[in-house]
């Protein structure tokens, strides 16, 4: 049903107004099918933009109905029909669906219907226009990809991996960040950075380091977990810019190092108990003790071999005991001082120490050192030592053959 | 040769007298000096960083080779923020001490080493600077 528009023929408002100008814009639109429908919804109109977009050719679409641009799915709800009906109540329905070209292919369009009235409001028929969004949909895809690409990157590093803004709020954290620090994603984004550490002031001084250098490698800080524990850990962060080169933020990259600070820890613990295990005293003859001394004695180690000394001698009811330093890479002031209270101690059990093993070097060091030890027997050797501890006790090793 | 690239290594414990006398020994030992001024050395860098650790708890040590003319030295650097030496002559007199030791850290050290320079602030701090020279 055709509507007849009256215009004045010569006017310019008329030529711009008239169908033929109008039929000649649709005609010109090819981006968009712009089609219009009978009241109950046959095609009655069709421009080049509809068979571009849907593939039928005027011919083969006017009088046809509509729905067959539909999803045989969307058919059977029964849209085509209540598309039709709201579009005449509301004024306009405009919807992002899918919809089904000649060849079968589906694509997303944009679909916008509206009702077109006589001069009494009597709906006669639909304007329909649709918009294929396929490259749209595509480029969001893409973005989305894309997106989710950058997000699974970030998640599947092992490392604690987070983004600080120049305000110092948390912008961004993968779910090694939420592992180490015991917080939810939701519970870190936004809040500031430094309070996660023991030493915030340390935390703040690093950050300030990456802005004015541009990154910092293996800063150590420790991490305060939800839980109460402390975690060390070593950021290597840098900032990162937008295509502008204008700083956005700082990306940074903790490690944990907890489990290397205990490995070191217990190095440290069995090395102690390596020099523990390494002090014996040796009941070498009837009378001697000898204690070689091996690596550096500090206080703790001294008066464990001072306690263990004193108990051989004591067990052994031996005069003389052979103190051996050869072992000894460096005596300093201290070390001299445990050595001179060892030997004090001894004498105080009515036995003599005879020191052994003092290298050339040792002995020049103590010299320039200022250290007096000529209250003690000293010797270069252990066998001169123990040569020693014969006269102590008044004894000789006599060869088989000189025997009497 | 005769160079060694410049370190620190930080002073905080007991252990860390024991590392701070190996990692000397190997820097003294790569530049050329023979066995018995190398005992000097580290004698000398074990008194030093004991001091640290008695008297300031922590400080740092550095080393780095110098040079004066043809001749290369070792240079030592021991600093801290501890309680400061109050009369630097007294502390380099034998027998003087504010803790329980010898009292001949300071003035072993000095004798041990070619040169020393002492600079130190009650209350701020204390850095020791001591150097030997390869015999030429």
Do not use: C
Not at chain 1, 128 to 150: F, G, I, Q, V
Request: charged content about 25%; glycine content about 8%.
């Amino acid at each position: 049903m055709k509507r007849e528009v009256k215009t004045k023929a010569n006017s310019p408002a008329a030529v711009l107004g008239s169908q033929e100008s109008y039929r000649q814009l649709v005609d010109s639109v090819t981006d968009y099918a712009i089609i219009m429908l009978d009241q109950d919804g046959h095609v009655v109109s069709w421009n080049p933009g509809a068979e571009r977009i849907q593939g039928y050719t005027k011919r083969e679409i006017i009088g046809k109905h509509f729905e067959r641009f539909y999803t045989t799915e969307d058919v059977r709800r029964g849209l085509p029909g209540q598309d039709l009906k709201n579009a005449a109540k509301i004024g306009r329905v405009e919807s992002e669906v899918l919809r089904v070209r000649k060849d079968g292919t589906q694509f997303w369009a944009n679909v916008i219907l509206s009702p077109l009235r006589d001069q009494e409001g009597t709906v006669r028929g639909f304007a329909k226009a649709t918009r294929d969004l396929t490259e749209l949909k595509r480029a969001e895809e893409t973005a989305r990809l894309a997106s989710t690409y950058n997000r699974s990157l970030i998640d599947a590093t092992l490392d604690p991996l987070l983004t600080i803004g120049p305000d110092g709020k948390l912008m961004d954290v993968n779910g090694a960040t939420e592992a180490v620090t015991g917080r939810t994603r939701q519970e870190l984004i936004g809040t500031d950075f430094f309070d996660y550490f023991t030493e915030p002031e340390r935390a703040r001084a690093g950050y300030q380091q990456i802005f004015r250098d541009g990154s910092v490698r293996d800063y150590p800080l420790e991490l305060r977990r939800s839980d109460g524990q402390v975690v060390s850990v070593l950021f290597n962060a840098s900032v990162y810019r937008d295509e502008a080169g204008n700083v956005i933020g700082i990306v940074a990259v903790a490690r944990d190092i907890t489990e290397r600070k205990q490995a070191e820890a217990r190095i440290q613990q069995q090395s102690r108990e390596i020099m523990e295990l390494s002090t014996p005293v040796m009941h070498v003859w009837q009378g001697v003790v000898v204690a070689p001394l091996i690596g550096s004695l500090d206080s703790q180690r001294t008066q464990q071999f001072m306690e263990r000394l004193l108990d051989r001698i004591v067990e052994t009811n031996s005069p003389v005991a052979l103190m051996d330093i050869m072992g000894v890479p460096a005596v300093d002031s201290q070390t001299a001082q445990h050595l001179i209270e060892t030997v004090s101690a001894v004498r105080l059990l009515g036995a003599q120490v005879v020191m052994t093993g003092v290298r050339p070097a040792i002995a020049q060091t103590l010299v320039h050192l200022g250290i007096d030890l000529s209250g003690i027997i000293t010797r270069s050797s252990l066998s001169a030592g123990l040569q020693v501890a014969f006269d102590i006790l008044e004894m000789q090793v006599v060869p088989k053959d000189k025997r009497l | 040769m005769n160079d060694l690239p410049p370190g620190e290594f930080p002073i905080g414990s007991e252990n860390d007298i024991v590392s701070a006398r190996r990692i000397i020994r190997n820097a003294a030992t790569a530049l050329g000096f023979g066995l018995t001024d190398v005992t000097r050395i580290v004698t000398a860098a074990s008194e030093l960083t004991r001091n640290i650790y008695v008297h300031a708890k922590s400080g740092i040590m550095r080393w780095r080779s110098v040079h004066r003319g043809s001749g290369v030295g070792l240079e030592l650097t021991f600093a801290d923020n501890g309680p400061g030496i109050p009369d630097v002559a007294k502390a380099l007199q034998v027998g003087y001490t504010t803790g329980t030791g010898l009292g001949m850290g300071l003035p072993g050290s000095k004798r041990l080493t070619d040169e020393m320079t002492i600079q130190s602030e009650v209350g701020r701090g204390t850095t020791i600077v001591v150097r030997k020279w390869l015999p030429t």
